[in-house]
């Protein structure tokens, strides 16, 4: 029993150093089922062998002379021996479970998923790119089934970790289905789709066998709305994130809440509170309405604090919070969360969301008016301004990567500046609304991605 503690010992220290700080590396263990269950079941036949070592070592090294104090002070000795074995053990065992629990109710497993075989030695398939569709569903108990009024496809650069983030407005209207799709034959030309973009999650979950492009996915409404975004905005989308957003309160409180710098004061709740301008530290609620209150503003101006809400998990989420609230996080996360991503991939994305929150460069392209008129969309301009947006940030990429002078920038980037950004002030207004402005959030200006340093302050 001493050389099999001293072995765990030892092995205890060598994976502290190795994974002490390295949130990726640790989640290529975590997010593989097989291993917690092999280190629940390891901690629990260690446990049980190690108690029955110390009962066993009690009953034949106690004085046969003993009186009746000895020996209930033996019996207690024994008995904290046991606890502070069984203790870290269940712990350990608890959080393996956890861990289980909650990476199969999120991920789909293997044979559930579609698209090619995963190849741990090249995740991506080769490709240069990965997108994912983020959805917030607002189900609340005031309303009928669920909208998604949050959408956001996000186009990763798998290379150097950046990221494109395309806001879709909830209230586009005269949606386009994909051809040969079961809702382009449901609702054909001229009438068409007569509710918005957001309405329709909720008409496939009513009648997915006859909607769904999918009837079997786990979320037929989710896939199915996957493959309407992406055909409207000209993104191959790979998967779909949904957050219910009743429970996205639950993964900010877990996190500790998070730091924002609000530029206006943004009224919020049923009971007339504001969140006060300045540098606010938010919990759950706060956060939630932060990113959902169109009280004095717009639906635009939300859809930009939504892209500054992921912005600011991403930074402050760091390992040590993660790991201090694991089980609260995980918690919260299986109540919220559920994604096609197979769990197969769930530790290729986790290292790949490190590399981004590390070294990537997140921008976001609004298509809000005056780009897009969300009433009368025109479906080609909306494709050419995501295009346009991505071969932006690949053509920013390869200048930096052969390290560009300034005698190489042309005036008009010079003008613009790398986050396009230039010329805003000359762009038209929503009507009704301030003119837009580099930090107001949800603005969009120009027809270039805007940087979200600039767009959400520190």
Same mark, same amino acid.
């Given at each position: 029993?001493?050389?099999?503690?001293?072995?765990?010992?030892?092995?205890?220290?060598?994976?502290?150093?190795?994974?002490?700080?390295?949130?990726?590396?640790?989640?290529?263990?975590?997010?593989?089922?097989?291993?917690? *269950?092999?280190?629940?079941?390891?901690?629990?036949?260690?446990?049980? *062998?190690?108690?029955?070592?110390?009962?066993?070592?009690?009953?034949?090294?106690?004085?046969?002379?003993?009186?009746? #104090?000895?020996? $209930?002070?033996?019996?207690?000795?024994?008995?904290?021996?046991?606890?502070?074995?069984?203790?870290?053990?269940?712990?350990?065992?608890?959080?393996?479970?956890?861990?289980?629990?909650? /990476?199969? @109710?999120?991920?789909?497993?293997?044979?559930?998923?579609?698209?090619?075989?995963? =190849?741990?030695?090249?995740?991506?398939?080769?490709?240069?790119?990965?997108?994912? /569709?983020?959805?917030?569903?607002?189900?609340?108990?005031?309303?009928?089934?669920?909208?998604?009024?949050?959408?956001?496809?996000?186009?990763?650069?798998?290379?150097?970790?950046?990221?494109?983030?395309?806001?879709?407005?909830?209230?586009?209207?005269?949606?386009?289905?994909?051809?040969?799709?079961?809702?382009?034959?449901?609702?054909?030309?001229?009438?068409?789709?007569?509710?918005?973009? &957001?309405?329709?999650?909720?008409?496939?979950?009513?009648?997915?066998?006859?909607?769904?492009?999918?009837?079997?996915?786990?979320?037929?409404?989710?896939?199915?709305?996957? @493959?309407?975004?992406?055909?409207?905005?000209?993104?191959?989308?790979?998967?779909?994130?949904?957050?219910?957003?009743?429970?996205?309160?639950?993964?900010?409180?877990?996190?500790?809440?998070?730091?924002?710098?609000?530029?206006?004061?943004?009224?919020?709740?049923?009971?007339?509170?504001?969140?006060?301008?300045?540098?606010?530290? $938010?919990?759950? &609620?706060?956060?939630?309405?932060?990113?959902? @209150?169109?009280?004095?503003?717009? =639906?635009?101006?939300?859809?930009?604090?939504?892209?500054?809400?992921?912005?600011?998990?991403?930074?402050?989420?760091?390992?040590?919070?993660?790991?201090?609230?694991?089980?609260?996080?995980?918690?919260?996360?299986?109540?919220?969360?559920?994604?096609?991503?197979?769990?197969?991939?769930?530790?290729?994305?986790?290292?790949?969301?490190?590399?981004?929150?590390?070294?990537? =460069?997140?921008?976001?392209?609004? $298509?809000? #008016?005056?780009?897009?008129?969300?009433?009368?969309?025109?479906?080609?301009?909306?494709?050419?301004?995501?295009?346009?947006?991505?071969?932006?940030?690949?053509?920013?990429?390869?200048?930096?990567?052969?390290?560009?002078?300034?005698? =190489?920038?042309? #005036?008009?980037?010079?003008?613009?500046?790398?986050?396009?950004?230039?010329?805003?002030?000359?762009?038209?207004?929503?009507?009704?609304?301030?003119?837009?402005?580099?930090?107001?959030?949800?603005?969009?200006?120009?027809?270039?991605?805007?940087? *979200?340093?600039?767009?959400?302050?520190?």
């Amino acid at each position: 029993m001493l050389i099999t503690f001293l072995v765990l010992l030892a092995t205890g220290l060598v994976a502290w150093v190795m994974f002490n700080g390295d949130i990726a590396r640790s989640a290529r263990i975590v997010s593989q089922g097989r291993w917690l *269950l092999t280190i629940g079941a390891a901690a629990f036949v260690i446990a049980v *062998l190690w108690m029955t070592v110390v009962v066993h070592s009690w009953f034949i090294t106690a004085p046969e002379q003993a009186g009746r #104090p000895a020996r $209930l002070l033996g019996g207690a000795l024994v008995v904290l021996l046991c606890l502070t074995i069984a203790a870290p053990a269940a712990a350990v065992m608890r959080t393996a479970y956890t861990a289980y629990d909650t /990476l199969s @109710s999120v991920f789909v497993s293997d044979g559930d998923s579609e698209g090619e075989p995963h =190849d741990a030695s090249n995740p991506w398939n080769g490709r240069e790119r990965v997108n994912v /569709l983020l959805l917030g569903g607002d189900s609340g108990s005031n309303r009928y089934g669920m909208r998604t009024d949050s959408m956001m496809a996000a186009s990763i650069d798998i290379e150097h970790g950046d990221v494109v983030l395309v806001g879709i407005p909830r209230n586009l209207e005269d949606v386009q289905f994909p051809e040969g799709s079961r809702l382009a034959e449901a609702y054909p030309p001229p009438e068409g789709y007569d509710r918005l973009l &957001n309405d329709v999650y909720q008409t496939v979950a009513e009648e997915p066998d006859k909607y769904a492009e999918n009837p079997d996915a786990a979320d037929p409404a989710a896939d199915t709305l996957k @493959s309407v975004i992406g055909h409207i905005t000209g993104i191959e989308l790979d998967y779909y994130a949904l957050v219910d957003m009743e429970g996205f309160e639950g993964l900010i409180d877990a996190i500790g809440g998070i730091d924002v710098r609000i530029e206006e004061p943004i009224p919020y709740g049923q009971q007339g509170d504001v969140l006060e301008a300045g540098k606010q530290h $938010l919990d759950g &609620n706060e956060a939630l309405w932060y990113g959902r @209150s169109r009280v004095q503003s717009s =639906d635009y101006a939300r859809m930009g604090r939504q892209g500054c809400l992921l912005k600011y998990v991403a930074e402050q989420a760091d390992p040590t919070t993660v790991l201090s609230s694991f089980q609260d996080l995980a918690g919260a996360t299986k109540k919220t969360l559920r994604t096609d991503i197979p769990q197969s991939k769930a530790s290729a994305f986790i290292e790949l969301a490190d590399y981004v929150a590390n070294e990537g =460069d997140m921008k976001t392209l609004q $298509l809000s #008016p005056p780009q897009v008129q969300t009433a009368y969309p025109d479906w080609k301009e909306i494709k050419r301004l995501v295009a346009e947006a991505l071969q932006e940030q690949e053509d920013q990429q390869s200048r930096t990567d052969e390290d560009v002078t300034p005698e =190489d920038v042309t #005036p008009e980037e010079a003008e613009g500046g790398s986050d396009g950004s230039g010329g805003a002030e000359e762009e038209q207004a929503e009507p009704g609304s301030a003119d837009p402005s580099p930090t107001t959030p949800g603005r969009q200006v120009g027809d270039e991605a805007d940087s *979200l340093d600039e767009l959400c302050p520190s």
